[in-house]
Nanobody, 123 residues
Framework: QEQLVESGGGSVQAGGSLRLSCAAS????????RGWFRQAPGKEREGVAR???????DYSSAVKGRFTISQDNAKNTLSLQMNSLKPEDSGMYYC?????????????????WGQGTQVTVSS
């Protein structure tokens, strides 16, 4: 059974940095597409960044240039380096896997989810 476990969330002041990690286990075949998503209270879940097994990345316009998604294939981990954080980046952050031969930032396409890690950015 596929399982994703996030870590690294916390509280930081605006302008600061955080690094999120996601440990994956239970996969027979590594998913072609994995991503990071976030959800603020009262808002819909939104895509932040995604990466393919080949290393192709894509970012939402809200985080492009500030966040970097990466993966360690040997350790089967996914990371999100978040720099120049803003209060509007606050929310629950989730890593997820898309078990299909395509990759996009649409959360409705992802079927395996972690439990989430909270990020709070104060002004």
């Amino acid at each position: 059974q596929e399982q994703l476990v996030e870590s690294g969330g916390g509280s930081v002041q605006a302008g600061g940095s955080l690094r999120l990690s996601c440990a994956a286990s239970g996969y027979t075949n590594r998913p072609y597409c994995r991503g990071w998503f976030r959800q603020a209270p009262g808002k819909e879940r939104e895509g932040v960044a995604r990466i393919t097994t080949g290393g192709t990345t894509d970012y939402s316009s809200a985080v492009k240039g500030r966040f970097t998604i990466s993966q360690d294939n040997a350790k089967n981990t996914l990371s999100l380096q978040m720099n120049s954080l803003k209060p509007e980046d606050s929310g629950m952050y989730y890593c997820a896997a898309l078990l299909a031969p395509y990759c996009m930032l649409d959360p409705t396409k992802f079927t395996v989810w972690g439990q989430g890690t909270q990020v709070t950015v104060s002004s």
